[in-house]
């Protein structure tokens, strides 16, 4: 090994100085093991907490999705009448695709609940419950009543658990639906109604869609709402993410005037919500690494500082000032690299098993960091993926790297006569 590698990892505490070793060795190696750990905890940090932010986004997606479809074909203006007689055709064309799984018809429109004195503003679905398991996870979220009572002229109806909540709903209750259009009189406007009877009631674990969704026969919704909403087909395919680019190539094999929207349009305020907050908390929390690289720079000057003598020996012994750069290079390229890994051995550990270590905290310490009354979930998931492992650890070692450039520039300019001379 090399002298400059030898002294390098001395100076980090990694080798050991043998009987001549002084105790000022001993500080030094001490001020490198805290610059170690700080690197460590931050990298650490970022790593957990990026796990769960992914782990959050990926369980409510999951959620979304239990109840509605990756893609939905639809014909703006069209009567829905003539949209569900030839549904069949759209997914056809759409079935030529083979990422595609599954397509169901379906009617959307919005509408206002009524029960006594309760009113509610809703997103109305109308869906065949023979086909709707193509598309989505439904029927397995019902909490009580079944997704198949919902037949063609039976006026029946299923609600999310916050809406039967809110209005005080149970199976076999009666709620009138409002639709928006209506007709006018002498006494006014009357907008058009329809009671329904409460069949079912699910529950998918997504506040948002608990509180506001309604799914009704697709047959009894084209008649509600002939006059408003969209019809069309409703699509499940093999890879969610890919849903933007197979909603733009379907488009191609579409007749003229079909439209396609993918789940993530649907709900682009929420994800970029989400992206914007993941990346502002990895920008806040890449501070702690910045702060333990400032704090590896500052025990690089101390060790410069502390080993003048030893500098200036080196120097008379015919070593050049490059050498003399590379040992604190070394030396600081050290202490990043073991703390960086160290920190990325303990987060992955962490965020992996985060399942097992909140429960223990949260009955160590008779708390609850997530009640299920409040947020969507009642676990805190995580969800470590490869990429932003890999790009804190890169981070964490460039910003060690950086900070030992100043400190080898100082230590290779370093006058070994003037330094003798002083001591």
Do not use: C
Request: charged letters at 15%.
């Amino acid at each position: 090994m090399a002298y400059e590698w030898w002294i390098g990892a001395r100076y980090a505490g990694l080798a050991r100085a043998g009987r001549g070793g002084r105790r000022g060795d001993r500080f030094v190696s001490f001020v490198a093991a805290s610059s170690m750990a700080g690197i460590g905890l931050g990298v650490a940090a970022l790593i957990i907490v990026l796990s769960v932010m992914n782990g959050f986004q990926t369980q409510v997606r999951d959620r979304m999705l239990s109840v509605l479809p990756h893609i939905e074909l639809y014909v703006p203006g069209a009567g829905h009448e003539q949209v569900l007689e030839h549904w069949r055709d759209l997914a056809d064309a759409a079935r030529k695709d083979p990422v595609v799984r599954g397509a169901a018809p379906f009617v959307a429109a919005q509408g206002m609940l009524a029960r006594g004195e309760g009113l509610s503003g809703v997103q109305v679905r109308g869906i065949d419950p023979a086909i709707e398991p193509e598309v989505s996870d439904l029927a397995g979220q019902m909490a009580s009543g079944t997704l198949d009572s919902l037949k063609p002229g039976s006026f029946r109806m299923v609600v999310g658990s916050q809406i039967a909540q809110s209005l005080g709903l149970m199976v076999g209750d009666t709620v009138l639906l409002l639709a928006p259009q209506g007709s006018i009189s002498p006494a006014g406007f009357t907008p058009r109604m329809r009671q329904f009877t409460v069949s079912g009631i699910f529950s998918s674990g997504y506040y948002e869609y608990d509180a506001s969704l309604v799914f009704i026969d697709v047959q009894d919704a084209a008649r509600v709402f002939r006059d408003s909403g969209v019809s069309g087909v409703r699509l499940r395919i093999a890879d969610m993410q890919r849903a933007p680019q197979v909603a733009h190539a379907l488009l191609g094999r579409m007749p003229a005037g079909v439209r396609a929207s993918d789940w993530t349009q649907n709900n682009r305020t929420w994800f970029a919500a989400v992206q914007t907050e993941k990346r502002m908390m990895f920008l806040i929390l890449t501070l702690i690494v910045a702060v333990a690289a400032f704090n590896l720079l500052s025990s690089l000057v101390m060790a410069v500082k502390d080993k003048r003598s030893d500098i200036a020996i080196l120097r008379t012994l015919g070593a050049t000032p490059a050498e003399i750069a590379r040992i604190f290079l070394i030396q600081g390229a050290l202490i990043g690299a073991v703390g960086t890994l160290g920190g990325v051995a303990l987060g992955t550990l962490v965020a992996y098993n985060i399942d097992v270590i909140v429960p223990w905290i949260e009955h160590m310490l008779g708390i609850q960091f997530l009640p299920q009354q409040i947020y969507f979930i009642s676990e805190l998931p995580s969800n470590p993926q490869l990429g932003d492992i890999a790009v804190i650890g890169g981070t964490s070692l460039v910003l060690s790297l950086l900070a030992t450039l100043y400190p080898s520039w100082r230590a290779s300019r370093l006058q070994p006569a003037r330094v003798l001379r002083h001591d």
